[in-house]
């Protein structure tokens, strides 16, 4: 499909249904104030004055695919205990579906709980387990993968190495989808860099693209990010790579075109969920087809967008259409080259 505007593409947005496939998350905030130190130990007393819980790892990508417009279906396995049902009234809360969530006696969900003070993190204390899922549970959730997958216009890989993904079950979808011509996504970590061959699109930070090809480059040349990044293509047989550089931007290598776009100019308050953000944006825009410079054009707006708000939130879809049409992104970039 063609689009003649920024307008018809947000609007398109809302037609499209994502399937995220990883490791899901509670984060969960405790706000306090500090006085004095206790007499027990060396450490500050937080008198307890607020508590949040919020959906974290792919939940969060699940709501950056919500506020965009699209209808995000969250496939993952959490434990049945307290914080597995947490999780999943957070998913109600939130208007989310649990039709992908699969619960197993043998895991525990993945809960990380951080104390404040102000705007200080004073303590962050994890509940998880990095253990793979044992054969059962990997073959429930590629049932429910193949059962859902048809129905989405794109399967978005959502991993932080926490044991949802495998090679073994990263291979199975990535097959499964591209016999149904389904684009595949990937936002990955260091444990499985490698096994997400013929992914349509990939999307690693700097340090790891580094870390996952065993190389060092200076990314300030031009030529060694290119060859990098075709190096990163070439290895993992991959249609497209968009290479987030921090401050510097992004850099896109799709098909035969390859562009780098700078980041926007702007006060940053908090660069956590800017990832998150990115691949959403990315994701919906390889849904729709629409040109390299473009998807990537809108994805580095969107996560320099959130990086001006403290703490992880989801991308407003006003802000960044107004801030799309500010900075002229569809007369650039839709026509690539």
């Not at 989808?177 to 699109?201: C, G, M, S, W």
């Not at 921090?246 to 290598?253: A, Q, R, T, W």
């Amino acid at each position: 499909m063609t689009f003649q505007s920024i307008e018809e593409i947000f609007g398109a947005f809302n037609r499209l249904r994502v399937l995220i496939i990883g490791d899901v998350m509670v984060d969960a905030y405790l706000w306090g104030k500090v006085e004095r130190i206790s007499p027990e130990a060396p450490v500050p007393i937080v008198n307890v004055q607020r508590r949040e819980r919020r959906l974290g790892g792919a939940g969060n990508v699940a709501l950056n695919v919500q506020s965009l417009g699209a209808t995000p279906v969250l496939c993952s396995v959490i434990g049945t205990g307290v914080d597995g049902e947490t999780f999943l009234t957070l998913l109600a809360e939130n208007q989310l579906t649990n039709e992908g969530i699969l619960q197993s006696e043998e895991r525990i969900t993945t809960v990380k709980n951080r104390v404040l003070s102000g705007s200080q993190q004073i303590l962050r204390i994890d509940s998880e387990t990095d253990a793979l899922l044992n054969e059962e549970e990997r073959k429930a959730l590629i049932r429910r993968v193949k059962e859902l997958a048809p129905t989405c216009d794109v399967v978005l890989f959502q991993d932080y190495d926490k044991g949802v993904l495998s090679k073994e079950t990263i291979w199975e979808i990535i097959r499964f989808a591209e016999k149904r011509n389904i684009p595949t996504v990937v936002d990955p970590k260091k444990r499985n860099f490698v096994h997400y061959q013929n992914a349509t699109l990939f999307k690693p930070n700097l340090k790891e693209l580094r870390e996952g090809l065993q190389i060092d480059f200076n990314a300030d040349n031009p030529a060694e990010l290119v060859y990098a990044t075709g190096l990163l293509k070439q290895r993992l047989q991959l249609k497209a790579a968009l290479i987030t550089l921090s401050e510097k931007g992004v850099y896109i290598d799709y098909d035969d075109e390859r562009h780098l776009l700078p980041a926007h100019i702007r006060q940053i308050a908090d660069v956590s969920g800017a990832g998150d953000t990115v691949i959403s944006i990315a994701a919906l825009c390889l849904a729709l087809r629409l040109p390299p410079r473009l998807l990537a054009g809108l994805a580095n707006l969107g996560g320099g967008l959130v990086c001006e708000y403290v703490g992880v939130v989801p991308v407003d879809k006003e802000r960044l259409k107004e801030e799309a049409y500010q900075n002229r992104l569809f007369e650039m970039y839709a026509n690539s080259r």
